[in-house]
T-cell receptor
Framework: GIQVEQSPPDLILQEGANSTLRCNFS?????LQWFHQNPWGQLINLFY???GTKQNGRLSATTVATERYSLLYISSSQTTDSGVYFC???????????FGAGTTVTVRA | DSGVTQTPKHLITATGQRVTLRCSPR?????VYWYQQSLDQGLQFLIH???????AKGNILERFSAQQFPDLHSELNLSSLELGDSALYFC?????????????FGPGTRLTVL
């Protein structure tokens, strides 16, 4: 199956800082999603982005499918951005999402 | 709020017992997926149903079973529970039958086996 690797594993930010999270995947995908898992365990959909660039407020994401990576940008970070960010990908003709191990983000006031 | 609902939110039970987790997908979705999140295994796919039919199985134990009903809600049955089954169980739904479609996750059921 597809391998999904995320980096860095941990990130500590000061409030107001910008950051970039990376997701590498081992094969061609037809689905790439970013999620934020909050401290209560809920998985929040951030982006559905098998290719291209999208923006939603202070968050944006870019997927370069030909080079098999995706980036999640957090700008002007806030303490509410703390949590674990997951990247998940699915191969063509597959039925499931395969998740990376996540990046744990801690934003300090 | 994703529109996917799961009950119960928390479940505490003993080893050897059987439990049922319930999921209602978004109103427009025909697919239901079950995932397990444990500390040592991360987030792993268990099983996928599309319009009442099983489409794919992942790392699902034989002690676990699932079904999707005509109204499209799904249930995950876990039996002969072991301590290692303690985990967060997520249900996700999507419109179509392939993983090309965006999946939306429910709030999860946290299972604790004592």
């Amino acid at each position: 199956g597809i391998q999904v690797e995320q980096s860095p594993p941990d990130l500590i930010l000061q409030e107001g800082a910008n950051s970039t999270l990376r997701c590498n995947f081992s094969d061609s995908v037809n689905n790439l999603q970013w999620f934020h898992q909050n401290p209560w365990g809920q998985l929040i959909n951030l982006f559905y982005i098998p290719s291209g660039t999208k923006q939603n407020g202070r968050l944006s994401a870019t997927t370069v499918a030909t080079e098999r990576y995706s980036l999640l940008y957090i700008s002007s970070s806030q303490t509410t951005d703390s949590g674990v960010y997951f990247c998940a990908a699915a191969l063509r003709r597959d039925y499931k999402l395969s998740f990376g191990a996540g990046t744990t983000v801690t934003v300090r006031a | 709020d994703s529109g996917v609902t799961q009950t119960p939110k928390h479940l505490i039970t003993a080893t050897g017992q059987r439990v049922t987790l319930r999921c209602s997908p978004r109103s427009e979705d025909l697919s239901v997926y079950w995932y397990q999140q444990s500390l040592d295994q991360g987030l792993q796919f268990l099983i996928h149903y599309y319009n009442g039919e099983e489409r794919a199985k992942g790392n699902i134990l034989e002690r676990f079973s699932a079904q999707q009903f005509p109204d499209l809600h799904s249930e995950l049955n876990l039996s002969s529970l072991e301590l290692g089954d303690s985990a967060l169980y997520f249900c996700a739904s999507s419109v179509g039958g392939s993983a090309r479609n965006e999946q939306f996750f429910g709030p999860g059921t946290r299972l604790t086996v004592l």
